[in-house]
Protein backbone atom coordinates (compact mmCIF):
# COMPACT_ATOMS: atom_id res chain seq x y z
CA UNK A 1 0.00 0.00 0.00
CA UNK A 2 1.40 3.37 -1.26
CA UNK A 3 3.00 6.15 1.62
CA UNK A 4 1.21 9.14 2.60
CA UNK A 5 4.85 10.25 1.67
CA UNK A 6 4.11 9.46 -2.03
CA UNK A 7 1.46 12.28 -2.30
CA UNK A 8 4.57 14.69 -1.80
CA UNK A 9 6.78 13.04 -4.21
CA UNK A 10 7.12 13.95 -8.24
CA UNK A 11 3.93 13.13 -9.82
CA UNK A 12 6.47 11.52 -12.70
CA UNK A 13 8.07 8.88 -10.29
CA UNK A 14 5.00 7.83 -8.31
CA UNK A 15 2.60 7.62 -11.17
CA UNK A 16 5.18 4.96 -12.52
CA UNK A 17 5.63 3.11 -8.95
CA UNK A 18 2.17 2.53 -8.81
CA UNK A 19 2.00 1.73 -12.58
CA UNK A 20 4.97 -1.03 -11.95
CA UNK A 21 3.25 -2.57 -8.53
CA UNK A 22 -0.27 -2.89 -10.98
CA UNK A 23 1.62 -4.41 -13.86
CA UNK A 24 3.13 -6.84 -11.02
CA UNK A 25 -0.01 -7.54 -10.19
CA UNK A 26 -1.68 -8.69 -13.48
CA UNK A 27 1.45 -10.60 -14.11
CA UNK A 28 1.04 -12.65 -10.74
CA UNK A 29 -2.99 -13.37 -11.58
CA UNK A 30 -1.94 -14.28 -15.53
CA UNK A 31 0.51 -16.96 -13.83
CA UNK A 32 -2.58 -18.31 -11.97
CA UNK A 33 -4.78 -18.81 -15.42
CA UNK A 34 -2.16 -20.10 -17.27
CA UNK A 35 -2.17 -22.70 -14.32
CA UNK A 36 -5.11 -24.15 -16.13
CA UNK A 37 -8.14 -26.27 -14.74
CA UNK A 38 -6.82 -26.31 -11.03
CA UNK A 39 -10.35 -26.21 -9.16
CA UNK A 40 -9.09 -24.34 -5.85
CA UNK A 41 -8.12 -21.12 -8.26
CA UNK A 42 -11.80 -20.02 -9.40
CA UNK A 43 -10.81 -17.10 -9.15
CA UNK A 44 -7.80 -16.66 -11.35
CA UNK A 45 -9.97 -15.42 -14.33
CA UNK A 46 -11.98 -13.07 -12.54
CA UNK A 47 -8.81 -11.54 -10.93
CA UNK A 48 -6.60 -11.35 -14.20
CA UNK A 49 -9.52 -9.47 -15.49
CA UNK A 50 -9.95 -7.06 -12.80
CA UNK A 51 -6.16 -6.78 -12.85
CA UNK A 52 -5.61 -5.92 -15.97
CA UNK A 53 -8.33 -3.37 -16.30
CA UNK A 54 -6.86 -1.99 -13.47
CA UNK A 55 -3.60 -1.26 -15.12
CA UNK A 56 -5.14 -0.34 -18.30
CA UNK A 57 -7.25 2.28 -16.17
CA UNK A 58 -4.18 3.64 -14.53
CA UNK A 59 -2.14 4.12 -17.66
CA UNK A 60 -4.64 6.15 -19.37
CA UNK A 61 -5.70 8.46 -15.92
CA UNK A 62 -1.44 9.38 -16.21
CA UNK A 63 -0.94 9.36 -19.86
CA UNK A 64 0.30 12.74 -20.14
CA UNK A 65 2.68 12.08 -17.68
CA UNK A 66 3.57 8.26 -19.42
CA UNK A 67 3.57 9.47 -22.78
CA UNK A 68 7.33 9.35 -23.32
CA UNK A 69 7.66 6.07 -21.24
CA UNK A 70 4.66 3.74 -22.07
CA UNK A 71 4.38 2.92 -26.33
CA UNK A 72 0.76 2.74 -27.96
CA UNK A 73 1.96 -0.19 -29.28
CA UNK A 74 2.01 -2.01 -25.60
CA UNK A 75 -1.21 -0.02 -24.94
CA UNK A 76 -2.97 -1.84 -27.70
CA UNK A 77 -1.48 -4.76 -26.96
CA UNK A 78 -2.71 -4.49 -23.36
CA UNK A 79 -6.28 -3.54 -24.47
CA UNK A 80 -6.28 -6.96 -26.93
CA UNK A 81 -5.12 -9.17 -24.16
CA UNK A 82 -8.04 -7.52 -21.62
CA UNK A 83 -10.99 -7.95 -24.43
CA UNK A 84 -10.27 -11.24 -24.87
CA UNK A 85 -11.14 -12.23 -20.71
CA UNK A 86 -14.46 -10.67 -21.16
CA UNK A 87 -16.94 -13.27 -23.17
CA UNK A 88 -15.19 -16.00 -20.72
CA UNK A 89 -15.98 -13.65 -17.42
CA UNK A 90 -19.75 -13.02 -18.88
CA UNK A 91 -20.27 -16.18 -19.35
CA UNK A 92 -18.92 -17.31 -15.92
CA UNK A 93 -21.00 -14.52 -13.90
CA UNK A 94 -23.92 -15.54 -16.24
CA UNK A 95 -24.24 -19.32 -15.53
CA UNK A 96 -23.23 -18.64 -11.25
CA UNK A 97 -26.48 -16.83 -11.63
CA UNK A 98 -28.54 -19.34 -13.62
CA UNK A 99 -27.54 -22.05 -11.27
CA UNK A 100 -28.89 -19.94 -8.81
CA UNK A 101 -32.07 -18.93 -10.09
CA UNK A 102 -32.80 -22.60 -11.44
CA UNK A 103 -34.42 -23.64 -8.02
CA UNK A 104 -37.08 -20.37 -8.69
CA UNK A 105 -38.39 -22.54 -11.82
CA UNK A 106 -41.45 -25.13 -11.82
CA UNK A 107 -40.46 -28.26 -13.41
CA UNK A 108 -40.93 -28.05 -16.80
CA UNK A 109 -39.22 -24.41 -16.54
CA UNK A 110 -36.13 -26.31 -15.77
CA UNK A 111 -35.91 -27.84 -19.08
CA UNK A 112 -35.35 -24.34 -20.34
CA UNK A 113 -32.75 -23.41 -17.08
CA UNK A 114 -31.04 -26.73 -18.28
CA UNK A 115 -30.93 -25.74 -21.97
CA UNK A 116 -29.43 -22.13 -21.37
CA UNK A 117 -27.14 -24.02 -19.17
CA UNK A 118 -25.33 -26.41 -21.02
CA UNK A 119 -25.61 -23.96 -24.12
CA UNK A 120 -23.49 -21.60 -21.91
CA UNK A 121 -20.69 -23.73 -20.85
CA UNK A 122 -19.80 -25.03 -24.13
CA UNK A 123 -19.39 -21.27 -25.26
CA UNK A 124 -17.13 -20.55 -22.10
CA UNK A 125 -14.97 -23.28 -22.70
CA UNK A 126 -14.15 -22.14 -25.56
CA UNK A 127 -14.09 -18.68 -24.38
CA UNK A 128 -11.76 -19.75 -21.35
CA UNK A 129 -9.08 -20.75 -23.83
CA UNK A 130 -9.28 -17.58 -25.53
CA UNK A 131 -8.32 -15.68 -21.59
CA UNK A 132 -6.35 -18.07 -21.11
CA UNK A 133 -4.34 -17.39 -24.03
CA UNK A 134 -4.24 -13.82 -23.00
CA UNK A 135 -2.97 -14.69 -20.11
CA UNK A 136 0.42 -16.13 -21.96
CA UNK A 137 0.26 -13.23 -24.53
CA UNK A 138 0.16 -11.19 -20.83
CA UNK A 139 4.50 -11.81 -20.03
CA UNK A 140 5.94 -10.19 -22.98
CA UNK A 141 3.87 -7.13 -22.35
CA UNK A 142 4.67 -7.15 -18.80
CA UNK A 143 8.69 -7.62 -19.89
CA UNK A 144 8.31 -4.87 -22.37
CA UNK A 145 6.01 -2.11 -20.14
CA UNK A 146 7.96 -2.84 -17.50
CA UNK A 147 11.47 -1.83 -19.46
CA UNK A 148 9.77 1.42 -20.00
CA UNK A 149 8.41 2.17 -16.70
CA UNK A 150 11.58 1.76 -14.54
CA UNK A 151 13.09 4.98 -16.13
CA UNK A 152 12.24 8.28 -17.31
CA UNK A 153 13.72 11.47 -18.23
CA UNK A 154 12.98 14.81 -16.69
CA UNK A 155 12.61 18.08 -19.30
CA UNK A 156 12.73 21.68 -17.33
CA UNK A 157 10.27 23.43 -18.12
CA UNK A 158 10.84 26.62 -15.35
CA UNK A 159 7.75 27.96 -13.97
CA UNK A 160 5.49 25.38 -15.86
CA UNK A 161 7.47 21.45 -14.70
CA UNK A 162 4.47 19.36 -14.33
CA UNK A 163 6.67 16.04 -13.82
CA UNK A 164 7.87 18.02 -10.60
CA UNK A 165 4.53 19.10 -9.67
CA UNK A 166 3.55 16.92 -6.01
CA UNK A 167 1.40 13.67 -6.60
CA UNK A 168 -1.10 14.50 -4.03
CA UNK A 169 -1.89 17.88 -6.23
CA UNK A 170 -2.32 16.11 -9.27
CA UNK A 171 -4.63 13.63 -7.86
CA UNK A 172 -6.51 16.03 -6.32
CA UNK A 173 -7.01 17.75 -9.65
CA UNK A 174 -7.61 14.43 -11.50
CA UNK A 175 -9.96 13.15 -9.16
CA UNK A 176 -12.27 16.26 -9.78
CA UNK A 177 -12.10 15.65 -13.02
CA UNK A 178 -13.08 12.23 -12.70
CA UNK A 179 -16.27 12.87 -10.48
CA UNK A 180 -17.57 15.94 -12.90
CA UNK A 181 -17.20 13.30 -15.78
CA UNK A 182 -18.82 10.84 -13.56
CA UNK A 183 -21.74 12.99 -12.52
CA UNK A 184 -22.83 13.95 -16.03
CA UNK A 185 -22.77 10.25 -16.86
CA UNK A 186 -25.49 9.94 -13.97
CA UNK A 187 -27.36 12.97 -15.00
CA UNK A 188 -27.94 11.20 -18.86
CA UNK A 189 -29.53 8.05 -16.64
CA UNK A 190 -33.25 8.59 -16.45
CA UNK A 191 -34.93 5.09 -16.28
CA UNK A 192 -34.27 1.72 -16.72
CA UNK A 193 -34.20 1.90 -20.55
CA UNK A 194 -31.11 3.89 -20.52
CA UNK A 195 -28.56 0.96 -20.99
CA UNK A 196 -25.89 2.85 -22.97
CA UNK A 197 -25.89 5.69 -20.72
CA UNK A 198 -25.56 3.60 -17.37
CA UNK A 199 -23.07 1.65 -18.88
CA UNK A 200 -21.37 4.74 -19.66
CA UNK A 201 -21.91 5.86 -15.62
CA UNK A 202 -20.30 2.50 -14.91
CA UNK A 203 -17.41 2.84 -16.31
CA UNK A 204 -16.96 6.57 -14.98
CA UNK A 205 -17.61 4.95 -11.42
CA UNK A 206 -15.26 2.65 -11.68
CA UNK A 207 -12.35 4.82 -13.61
CA UNK A 208 -12.85 6.54 -10.54
CA UNK A 209 -12.48 4.21 -7.72
CA UNK A 210 -9.41 2.79 -9.34
CA UNK A 211 -7.77 5.92 -9.42
CA UNK A 212 -8.16 6.87 -5.77
CA UNK A 213 -7.74 2.98 -4.72
CA UNK A 214 -4.30 2.95 -4.15
CA UNK A 215 -4.46 6.54 -2.01
CA UNK A 216 -7.77 5.93 -0.21
CA UNK A 217 -6.71 5.56 3.42
CA UNK A 218 -4.32 8.58 3.04
CA UNK A 219 -7.34 11.35 3.87
CA UNK A 220 -10.50 10.36 5.69
CA UNK A 221 -12.80 9.98 3.68
CA UNK A 222 -11.33 8.26 1.24
CA UNK A 223 -12.02 4.76 1.84
CA UNK A 224 -15.79 5.20 2.46
CA UNK A 225 -15.77 7.26 -1.18
CA UNK A 226 -14.04 3.70 -2.83
CA UNK A 227 -16.29 1.97 -0.69
CA UNK A 228 -19.57 3.77 -2.34
CA UNK A 229 -18.19 3.46 -5.83
CA UNK A 230 -17.61 -0.15 -5.68
CA UNK A 231 -21.18 -0.42 -4.55
CA UNK A 232 -22.51 2.00 -7.91
CA UNK A 233 -20.26 0.06 -9.47
CA UNK A 234 -21.88 -3.31 -8.73
CA UNK A 235 -25.64 -2.29 -9.06
CA UNK A 236 -24.45 -0.41 -12.48
CA UNK A 237 -22.86 -3.89 -13.37
CA UNK A 238 -26.15 -5.93 -12.36
CA UNK A 239 -28.65 -3.23 -14.47
CA UNK A 240 -26.24 -4.05 -17.58
CA UNK A 241 -25.95 -7.75 -17.06
CA UNK A 242 -29.37 -8.04 -17.43
CA UNK A 243 -30.09 -6.18 -20.06
CA UNK A 244 -27.19 -7.78 -21.98
CA UNK A 245 -28.18 -11.20 -20.56
CA UNK A 246 -31.79 -10.48 -21.87
CA UNK A 247 -31.01 -10.47 -25.16
CA UNK A 248 -28.62 -13.29 -25.38
CA UNK A 249 -32.03 -14.88 -23.88
CA UNK A 250 -33.82 -13.83 -26.88
CA UNK A 251 -31.60 -15.09 -29.23
CA UNK A 252 -31.58 -18.44 -27.15
CA UNK A 253 -35.31 -19.15 -28.10
CA UNK A 254 -35.04 -18.69 -31.47
CA UNK A 255 -32.25 -21.21 -31.65
CA UNK A 256 -33.95 -23.60 -29.00
CA UNK A 257 -37.52 -22.83 -30.87
CA UNK A 258 -35.65 -23.76 -33.80
CA UNK A 259 -34.74 -27.20 -32.30
CA UNK A 260 -37.86 -28.57 -30.87
CA UNK A 261 -39.62 -27.70 -34.19
CA UNK A 262 -37.35 -29.86 -35.81
CA UNK A 263 -37.37 -32.58 -32.94
CA UNK A 264 -41.27 -32.45 -33.81
CA UNK A 265 -41.23 -32.76 -37.06
CA UNK A 266 -39.04 -35.90 -37.06
CA UNK A 267 -41.41 -37.20 -34.79
CA UNK A 268 -44.19 -36.82 -36.62
CA UNK A 269 -42.22 -37.98 -40.07
CA UNK A 270 -41.79 -40.95 -37.78
CA UNK A 271 -45.08 -41.07 -37.49
CA UNK A 272 -44.73 -41.22 -33.83
CA UNK A 273 -47.39 -42.36 -30.62
CA UNK A 274 -48.75 -39.57 -29.34
CA UNK A 275 -46.96 -40.35 -25.51
CA UNK A 276 -43.18 -39.26 -27.57
CA UNK A 277 -44.39 -36.49 -28.84
CA UNK A 278 -45.44 -35.44 -25.50
CA UNK A 279 -42.20 -36.15 -24.65
CA UNK A 280 -40.76 -34.32 -26.89
CA UNK A 281 -42.61 -30.97 -25.96
CA UNK A 282 -42.04 -31.59 -22.34
CA UNK A 283 -38.44 -30.69 -23.01
CA UNK A 284 -39.37 -27.64 -24.84
CA UNK A 285 -37.18 -25.28 -23.53
CA UNK A 286 -39.15 -22.17 -23.96
CA UNK A 287 -41.54 -21.49 -21.34
CA UNK A 288 -38.09 -21.46 -19.24
CA UNK A 289 -36.43 -19.46 -21.40
CA UNK A 290 -39.31 -16.69 -20.70
CA UNK A 291 -39.28 -17.53 -17.08
CA UNK A 292 -35.42 -16.63 -17.05
CA UNK A 293 -35.92 -13.68 -18.67
CA UNK A 294 -38.73 -12.67 -16.63
CA UNK A 295 -36.38 -13.15 -13.30
CA UNK A 296 -34.04 -11.00 -15.31
CA UNK A 297 -35.75 -8.23 -16.32
CA UNK A 298 -36.85 -8.44 -12.33
CA UNK A 299 -33.06 -8.34 -11.57
CA UNK A 300 -32.58 -5.03 -13.44
CA UNK A 301 -35.52 -3.25 -12.44
CA UNK A 302 -34.36 -3.64 -8.74
CA UNK A 303 -30.65 -2.67 -9.45
CA UNK A 304 -32.02 0.44 -11.26
CA UNK A 305 -34.54 1.78 -8.54
CA UNK A 306 -31.14 1.02 -5.98
CA UNK A 307 -29.20 3.76 -8.32
CA UNK A 308 -32.39 5.51 -8.68
CA UNK A 309 -33.02 6.07 -5.17
CA UNK A 310 -29.46 6.27 -3.96
CA UNK A 311 -27.34 8.13 -6.98
CA UNK A 312 -30.26 10.43 -9.63
CA UNK A 313 -30.72 13.48 -9.75
CA UNK A 314 -30.06 14.97 -5.71
CA UNK A 315 -29.38 12.05 -4.49
CA UNK A 316 -25.58 11.66 -4.67
CA UNK A 317 -25.06 15.57 -3.81
CA UNK A 318 -23.60 14.19 -0.69
CA UNK A 319 -21.08 11.95 -2.07
CA UNK A 320 -19.97 15.07 -4.80
CA UNK A 321 -19.07 17.08 -1.38
CA UNK A 322 -17.31 14.34 0.06
CA UNK A 323 -15.67 13.78 -2.92
CA UNK A 324 -14.75 17.57 -3.57
CA UNK A 325 -13.53 17.57 -0.10
CA UNK A 326 -11.29 14.66 -0.28
CA UNK A 327 -9.58 16.00 -3.89
CA UNK A 328 -9.20 19.44 -2.18
CA UNK A 329 -7.25 17.53 0.97
CA UNK A 330 -4.93 15.57 -1.35
CA UNK A 331 -4.38 18.97 -4.01
CA UNK A 332 -2.95 20.62 -0.36
CA UNK A 333 0.06 18.16 0.07
Known amino acids: MPHDSQLRQPSARVVRVIALELLDDALTAARRLRGGARSDDAEALHDFRVATR ?53 GRQRAGADWLIATLEDEQRAAREDAVASARDFEPVHVKLSKQLHSYT ?33 DAVRDYGDDTQAH ?17 GARNGGTEIVERLTALQELLGALHDAHVFSGEVTAASAAAAAEQA ?11 LASELQRERAGDPGPGLLAIARLLRRRGLAAFEAVRRDWLGDEAESFFAQLQAFATSLAST
Open 262 to 272: MAVSEAVVEDA
Open 54 to 106: RLRSWLRAWKPHLSDSVTPQACRRLRRIARATGPARDAEVHLEWLRFERAKLR
Open 154 to 186: IRLHPGRDADDEPFGKALGDLSREYGADLRRRL
Open 200 to 216: RARIAAKRLRYLLEPFS
